[in-house]
């Protein structure tokens, strides 16, 4: 895997790195951590941000030694979304704090069907099928993309101040990254529809009540529980892990026959491990495991 720095030291050396943002990265012995900072928009993603998280998932995704993942933002918000006042102000005057005042060429017909797929679409398809289990701690908004980021992972540990808004149809668009799919499989129709059509607002509480993140906590504690958390999961055996991930998502669109020929396959793969000898030498010495991820 290159090193993270790397990835994050090339959007340092742009002039508009302020304007811009940044991925930081810093890797914790197995655990990667992915900090969105660009506090001073909310942690909205710009387009070198979005190619930072392709660059440095796709890395992560073929890294052995890795055994976790680890998803925050900056400052008081977890991520307000895509920059879209960036995306679609060409052509027009535009004055912005900050920014000034210019006219910007508008992008060309189909620029957003010919570029997503590789970009914010390409990074919740990367966490999605990823086989490292990943976490995303989230505190204030988490909107649009940053909310899609939130509900793509594995387990979602939400701040009590958090607030899950998906806000396409009020700023007359329909939805996109993943919205579609993933909120009727975490919440059912109804709510989905409550959520994209009437673009209501979902605090933490009601968020982990219906299933839409793993936990809400007192923001206080946050950092301890997803600390804990990651432990946990980086101590796991990580083959069957992303194995066990990855039958969840394939049974989401198939049959059970189907599902359970997948989980056989699985299982084989599994079974040839170190950490299936250690669970089972633990098992039969009555200790607990010492998984090291093989």
Known sequence: MPTVGSTVARREGRTDVSDDGSVRAVRDGAVLHLTLDRPERRNSLSHSMTDALVEVLTAAATDDTLRALHITGEGDDFCAGADWVATSAGGQERSDPGKGTGTHERPRTADLVRRIPHTSHRVIELLHGIHLPVVCSVRGWAVGLGCNLALVADFAVAADDAVFWEPFIARGFSPDS?????????????????????????????????????????????????????????????????????????????????????????????CRTSDFKEGLAAFQERRAPDFRGR
Do not use: C, Y
Not at 180 to 196: E, F, Y
Not at 203 to 225: F, K
């Open 178 to 270: 993943g919205a579609s799919w993933l909120l009727p499989r975490l919440i059912g129709v109804a709510r989905a529809k409550r959520m994209l059509l009437l673009g209501e607002k979902v605090n933490a509480a009601d968020a982990a009540e219906w299933g839409l993140i793993h936990r809400a906590v007192p923001r206080d504690a946050l950092d301890a529980t997803v600390a804990e958390l990651l432990t946990r999961l980086a101590d796991g055996p990580t083959v069957a892990l992303g194995l066990a991930k990855q039958a969840i998502h394939h049974g989401q669109h198939t049959t059970l026959g189907a599902t359970m020929t997948q989980e056989l396959f699985n299982l084989e793969l599994s």
